[in-house]
């Protein structure tokens, strides 16, 4: 039986987003079920408390004011004053011991905010969003990274706002789509805000990084790009954070920001949109493996030819392996073109046969000239059974080989569920004798939930079928344009998140690659002569060196120097001999 990835279910969903905001609720409210974390007054405060921003009487003559205030007792500070004594002890107070409506009401928030990422995630995100790997590992980094931020929050005094929250969003689209990281920047945002009492003006910085970042990024971003967008997101932080003070507090003293530089939380908006880009682009491998991807360092060593399973395809299978050849060019090539991953694409590619290293004489491409099929003395049901296997075989192959398994999707999709119309049809014309229905000859795999993946189904279908016809220009368009247009009846294509402008690039691209592979020659004169024509012997350098240096050009050859005016222009006459 294949295994292949396992989708969200509609019960999944709703186990991970109760056990995600289950531990959010207690990341959240951990120090309250510590007594020895209590902070107050008059004694050095255990761990850092961050009162939310509230607005207080402002004492003195006059009329009375409000003025909006968000203290920080650092940890190791003591709390002294009437004022914030008061403060301190009326907060502790309230949360302390935690209290159930509290702890409910907070679940019900994070698992409402989770609900609603991972439905989008199932049924609205494109590749492999819908699959619960994907939306563990997701839940995991952003656990990771709240965990941090909160153990940050409570031992040191530094803004709030320096959190990189963004990181995440960088990393989702990245091995994702952007689509979803705009997404999950939103709930990130939610999240990393809660823990300082939902402050608004720190989660429109923290949303406002993570969408500049996912903006700036670009598809398929790596490297100084990555870097770049910490310098995107401080310039967005500092200026949401500037117009967030002048809305709630009425205006922002600039001096008095830099004055304390450390506890600024204005240069602690533009730090925080910094490390973003450097925390993105220095944990990346990370996040990698916690999201299910492969790594680059990985995919390179995947792609040498003198990986042991890619020498057992050109050793067992050298017509397939050939074929698998022509069709990482072409799906590399493709991919490039829309800006999706080309070299996962083209290690796919590499890899997505191997399983006809098990039956390789059951593929034509595998016969020698005249060597008869063995799908001649088998009945067709028999024959597509046996062509079939070889996907199954594949995966099978590359797990004990420890191949990741983002590459092995590319096995059990390069088909994905479509029929094999050859012995179906044959079946058909026979009469059908063992009552077969159509889904007998259906390929056991999954729909391509990827870019990647959906562009190697095409091109699988595409570089075969590009034999089979003339090398024109117009017959290639005509092989694929029937072949994409086929698979979107299919359904094929249906979850891969492939666009129509995607799919025309694709096309544009596939046929340009096929026409410069099948590109013309002027044939050499032996080809134009019917009589042997004599071969050139073999000359080393040297051979050559000698016989130019000893040529002397005759008088009548074009390569005559010309005459200087002091030369005669007659020939010179012979002098008699003398007797």
Not at 114 to 135: E, F, V
Not at 185 to 203: E, N
Not at 391 to 411: H, K, M, N, T, Y
């Amino acid at each position: 039986m294949l295994r292949t990835r396992i989708i969200a279910s509609t019960a999944g969903v709703l186990i991970v987003s109760a056990v995600f905001a289950a531990l959010m609720t207690l990341v959240n409210r951990v120090e309250t079920f510590v007594e020895p974390a209590r902070v107050e007054p008059g004694t050095p405060a255990p761990v850092t408390l961050r009162v939310a921003w509230t607005r207080l009487l402002a004492p003195g003559p006059g009329e009375p004011a409000l003025r909006g205030v968000a203290p920080v007792i650092a940890r190791g500070e003591v709390v002294e004053g009437t004022e914030a004594s008061a403060l301190v002890t009326a907060i502790e107070a309230a949360r302390r011991p935690p209290q159930l409506d509290d702890l409910l009401s907070l679940f019900f928030v994070y698992f409402l905010v989770t609900l609603m990422l991972s439905a989008y995630m199932r049924g609205l995100s494109p590749g492999r969003g819908a699959l619960i790997r994907t939306q563990l590992g997701l839940l995991a980094l952003a656990l990771v990274l709240l965990v941090t931020a909160k153990a940050f929050l409570l031992f040191t005094s530094f803004p709030a706002q320096i959190v990189p929250v963004a990181a995440m969003s960088v990393w989702t689209a990245q091995f994702l789509d952007r689509r979803t990281a705009l997404i999950l920047g939103l709930a990130m945002a939610f999240y990393a805000a809660s823990l300082v009492g939902f402050g608004l003006a720190t989660a429109a910085v923290y949303l406002a990084t993570s969408v500049a970042s996912v903006l700036w990024l670009g598809p398929r971003a790596r490297g100084t790009r990555v870097l770049s967008t910490g310098l995107v997101a401080a310039l967005v932080a500092g200026g949401v954070y500037a117009a967030a003070r002048v809305i709630f507090d009425g205006e922002l003293d600039v001096l008095a920001e830099l004055e304390d530089p450390i506890h600024s939380p204005l240069l602690g908006s533009i730090a925080g949109g910094l490390a973003s880009g450097v925390v993105a682009w220095a944990l990346s491998g990370v996040a990698v493996v916690i999201l299910g991807s492969v790594s680059r360092t990985r995919l390179i060593e995947l792609s040498d030819l003198d990986q042991p399973l890619l020498k057992k395809m050109a050793r067992e299978a050298p017509g397939s392996w050939e074929h698998s050849r022509a069709m990482a060019n072409l799906a590399e090539a493709a991919a490039n073109a829309i800006g999706a991953d080309a070299l996962l694409t083209r290690v796919g590619a590499y890899y997505h046969d191997l399983g006809k290293t098990c039956q390789a004489k059951y593929f034509v491409e595998n016969l020698h000239p005249g060597e008869p099929t063995p799908h001649r003395h088998i009945p067709a049901d028999l024959s597509a059974d046996a062509i079939m296997a070889h996907v199954v075989e594949g995966v099978s192959i590359l797990r004990d080989g420890r191949i990741p398994e983002p590459v092995i999707e590319f096995a059990y999709t390069h088909h994905g569920t479509s029929v094999i119309e050859y012995f179906w049809h044959k079946t058909l014309e026979e009469g059908n004798p063992r009552q077969r229905d159509e889904s007998f000859f259906r390929y056991p795999g999954m729909r391509p939930r990827t870019k990647e993946t959906a562009i190697v189904m095409l091109i699988d279908a595409i570089e075969a079928a590009s034999r089979t016809v003339e090398p024109d220009r117009h017959e290639f368009e005509a092989v694929v344009q029937r072949i994409i247009f086929g698979k979107l009846r299919q359904g094929q294509l249906d979850e891969c998140g492939l666009t129509l402008l995607e799919l025309r690039t694709i096309s544009a691209k596939v046929v340009d690659s096929l026409c410069g592979i099948y590109h013309s020659r002027i044939k050499y004169p032996w080809q134009e002569t019917k009589g042997d024509l004599p071969q050139p012997g073999a000359a080393t350098e040297a051979d050559v060196a000698k016989a130019r240096s000893s040529h002397v050009p005759a008088a009548d050859e074009s390569t005559e120097r010309p005459r200087t005016p002091s030369e005669p222009t007659d020939p010179p006459q012979p002098q008699p001999e003398a007797p």
